[in-house]
């Protein structure tokens, strides 16, 4: 057998179906608790802790074993704008109980959001980018330019040092990650990367977006959704510097990439993985991939057809440890609806996609993937019995060994994806 058909079958005998642990906490149950066995629990439920709603998953394990569930606290209701905190829980369980709600950074009447966290793999800090803007000020009104001098998005960074416990305060570093004329910009969200391999071991790299300002001459406002690109962000100094990565700024309308997330491949690659933003290909999801550590992209944007089941929504990637392990994707999985989050996985570097199952029938939206020890990936989710944004859950997920595509689900609430 040859060396390639070696790797193949390697892969195969160890992508694994994946299995949900215990059946997932009631809706009703207090945050924090979780049933036996620990298959899920509720870290944030929407109107408690002095929150109408929580949005915006993003999920990381320290060096020490502690997983850190950031979110937005949303005062005033589910829109995206308004008194809008970044807040976090812990849990030294892997995710089967969680300590007191922190506020990691305070909105003060003004909207702070789309954290995107990553642990430095040098020093084991916290490094934490968010963004934000004027309380007062809306996205649509961002994009056309109508914001006012300070009021627009700003872009910040935090570290922690003592396990997510307590957090610096925020340092703008929006001059060093942003180019003029951009208007909108978005970390993340959810987890950033860590490159542990090849000549830029150490950098971190924070996936984004923005949007740019129209041509001179140009009768569109800026608002229209083809002025949305992607870009990176990334610190080789843990944190300390920050320098603007590759920048999409095709603007055709033809992919408009938007919510970004990443993942450091096998080959030490980067795989980034978009949302489209209304753009006119076919399709919901963008992806791309980066041989330098994300200072350049080796191909434009393009649609990814596997993942036509996707709604447009942000969606996580997330490539686990050991030798064989395929890529990872969640998102929802009906076409034209939020609903059913799913996993689908890839043993092939993101060239295609195969469908693993559904977490939940129910309702459900914005997602992040995190690794817990030996074959288990935590899954932070929103969800809801009515609507999507009711909870944040996190599921626990088991990936077994030894078994194919199309084997039957061993227990769990798993359910097959609708087809497109």
Request: hydrophobic content about 35%.
């Amino acid at each position: 057998m040859n060396p390639r058909s070696r790797s193949l079958v390697t892969s195969l005998a160890l992508l694994t179906s994946l299995t949900s642990l215990p059946a997932r906490q009631p809706a009703h149950a207090a945050p924090g608790a979780a049933p036996g066995g620990c298959g899920s629990s509720l870290p944030y439920v929407s109107g408690q802790g002095g929150y109408a709603v929580y949005r915006i998953p993003a999920v990381v394990r320290t060096r020490h074993g502690t997983v850190l569930a950031f979110a937005e606290g949303r005062r005033g209701g589910a829109a995206d704008t308004g008194h809008i905190d970044v807040v976090l829980r812990r849990s030294t369980d892997d995710g089967c109980t969680w300590g007191p709600l922190t506020v990691v950074y305070a909105g003060r009447g003004n909207t702070r959001g789309n954290p995107a966290p990553v642990i430095d793999p040098r020093t084991g800090a916290v490094v934490l980018v968010t963004c934000g803007n004027d309380g007062a000020v809306t996205e649509a009104q961002i994009m056309r330019g109508e914001a006012a001098p300070g009021r627009g998005r700003r872009v910040f960074v935090q570290r922690s040092w003592d396990d997510g416990r307590r957090f610096t305060a925020p340092q703008d570093i929006t001059a060093e990650v942003t180019r003029p004329g951009w208007r909108w910009y978005a970390t993340g969200p959810g987890h950033a990367v860590a490159l542990t391999r090849g000549p830029h071991s150490g950098r971190l790299l924070i996936p984004a977006n923005h949007s740019a300002a129209p041509p001179a001459g140009s009768p569109d406002t800026g608002r229209e959704a083809r002025y949305y690109g992607g870009h990176a962000l990334y610190s080789d100094d843990g944190g300390r510097n920050w320098h603007l990565g590759f920048v999409d700024a095709g603007y055709d309308g033809v992919t408009n990439a938007n919510e970004t997330s990443a993942a450091q491949l096998p080959d030490g690659r980067v795989y980034f993985g978009s949302r489209d933003q209304n753009g006119t290909a076919p399709g919901n999801r963008l992806d791309t991939y980066s041989s330098d550590g994300g200072r350049t992209l080796d191909r434009p944007y393009a649609v990814q057809p596997a993942l036509n089941a996707v709604p447009v929504v942000q969606g996580s990637v997330l490539q686990p440890h050991g030798p064989g392990a395929p890529l990872l994707f969640s998102a929802p999985s009906v076409p034209t609806a939020r609903r059913a989050l799913a996993l689908w996985s890839s043993t092939d570097a993101g060239r295609t996609f195969t469908a693993l199952g559904t977490l939940t029938p129910r309702p459900a939206a914005y997602s992040d993937l995190v690794q817990l020890p030996r074959d288990l990936i935590g899954v932070l989710y929103e969800t809801g019995e009515h609507g999507p944004y009711e909870t944040l859950e996190f599921r626990r997920i088991r990936l077994r060994q030894g078994l194919s595509f199309g084997s039957r689900w061993a227990r769990g609430s798993w359910h097959r994806p609708p087809t497109a």
